[in-house]
């Protein structure tokens, strides 16, 4: 079975600020793991994707995520957090199956 | 814009009754999934479709129920509707190989009253 579990329902960080998003999942065999974004009324969409190419995944407006299979975490960060950043992050995993699960999301706040 | 479309953005309805949504993958996607997006439950998957086929189930009720089409948009069915049915309902599409990006329409919002 697969899971993904996402710690902090809520992140508040100041502008400029480093932003680290947590994730960490469970799977038995090699995962595909994405972070995707969420903005107010809108669907998904994906910041960056790991297929086992490489362990740091460069996605999207500046985010980037470090796959750490001794520690099974999935980690988003950010150097420099902007107004713009803000909105819910979902991390999700696929591994073995064609079902994709999704975390239960987090709600960056960006502090002026 | 993902070129994934859904119909109707809104829906309102009343207890006991049926609706569809719909939706229009991307162009060249053969692959839709049906996800239930609620402040309780978080985003929750639904079921798969791939080429007109049931590929992957999950969390769905038995009230609940979709299809794939030839020209492969995808229709969800929700009958018997309860008051904790009320949720964004969101389609997304990819090509159908795992590990694929997938590419979410921008959801139906339904209430039911």
């Known amino acids: 079975a697969q899971s993904v579990t996402q710690l902090g329902s809520h992140v508040s960080v100041s502008e400029g600020a480093l932003v680290l998003l947590r994730c960490n999942y469970s799977s038995s065999v090699p995962p595909y793991l994405f972070w995707y974004v969420q903005y107010p009324n809108q669907g998904l969409q994906l910041l960056l994707k790991y297929t086992s190419a490489a362990t740091l995944v460069k996605g999207i407006n500046g985010f980037e995520a470090e796959f750490k299979k001794s520690e099974t975490s999935f980690h988003l960060t950010k150097p420099s957090a902007h107004m713009s950043d803000a909105a819910e992050y979902f991390c999700a995993v696929s591994a073995g199956t064609y079902k994709y699960i999704f975390g239960t999301g987090t709600r960056l706040k960006v502090l002026a | 814009d993902s070129g994934v479309t859904q119909t109707p953005k809104h829906l309102i309805t009343a207890t006991g009754q049926r609706v569809t949504l719909r939706c229009s993958p991307r162009s060249g996607d053969l692959s839709v999934y049906w996800y239930q997006q609620s402040l309780d439950q978080g985003l929750q998957f639904l079921i798969q479709?791939?080429?007109?086929?049931?590929?992957a189930k999950g969390n769905i009720l038995e009230r609940f129920s979709a299809q794939q089409f030839p020209d492969l948009h995808s229709e969800l069915n929700l009958s018997s509707l309860e008051l904790g049915d009320s949720a964004l309902y969101f389609c997304a599409s990819s090509a159908g190989t795992p590990g694929d990006e997938q590419f979410f329409g921008p959801g139906t919002r339904l209430t039911v009253l």
């Open positions: 479709y791939y080429n007109g086929e049931e590929r």
